[in-house]
């Protein structure tokens, strides 16, 4: 049984765009950011996770997350961790890697005994709003939570695909990044929004 509450740390353009959805989509979604004073329908990150079901969403720039997360380890036990954060070099030269792993394969290094599933990291906010059929791959290592996120994207209109395999996180992270850098450095806006379709 799919949970009803989906988690989702961050609120700027990838959080609240993805919250959207949700909500849009039926879920009761609870939203933690550091400065909950600062915008409405946000909670703490720390209640945010204490008052998780099963699946949390990481919106955050991949730093920041890896910095945070360690504090969390044992309240993200067993839980569904969705990574759809690009960790992307300050000078967008490239995407980071960790000792030859992807960032989702570092994040699963960080925590060991949750299962770390990679989507909506290569799609922009204007779509992940509203996908209206767009193409998400979802990737990850554990067949059980791969299968529940692609069941919760495609009741949030997405199209996907599945990969069995988190290694292959390394080749969606650098898809992610050759989009953004067509964007961003080479047509200098990201007017280009990224919305494939099989
Ligand atoms: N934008 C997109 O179209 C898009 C699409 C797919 C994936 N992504 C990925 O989603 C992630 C977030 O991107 P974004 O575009 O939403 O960025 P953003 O608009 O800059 O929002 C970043 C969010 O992270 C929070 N944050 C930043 N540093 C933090 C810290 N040290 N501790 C706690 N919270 C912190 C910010 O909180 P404050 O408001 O308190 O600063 C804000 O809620 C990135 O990893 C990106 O690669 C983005």
New binding site residues.
Partial sequence: MMSKIITV?????????IAGNLRNSGFEVKVG???PE??VNTIS?EQAIQESEEIII????????I??IGKYENDLKDKIIID?????KGDMSGVETFNGKSGAQHLQSQLPESHIVQT???????V?ENPTGAFQFVVGSDKDSVNQVANLAKQMKFDVEVIYDLDRTKETEAF?FLW?YYSAVINQN?TAFLKLHK
Avoid: E, K, Q, T
């Fill in positions: 740390i961050g609120n700027g353009a990838a959080g609240s765009s950011v550091r400065s600062n915008s990150i990481w919106a955050l720039p991949y730093n920041a997350a910095d945070l759809m954060m690009n960790p992307l909506f990291n290569h799609v922009d906010a204007p992940l992610a953004i990201f």
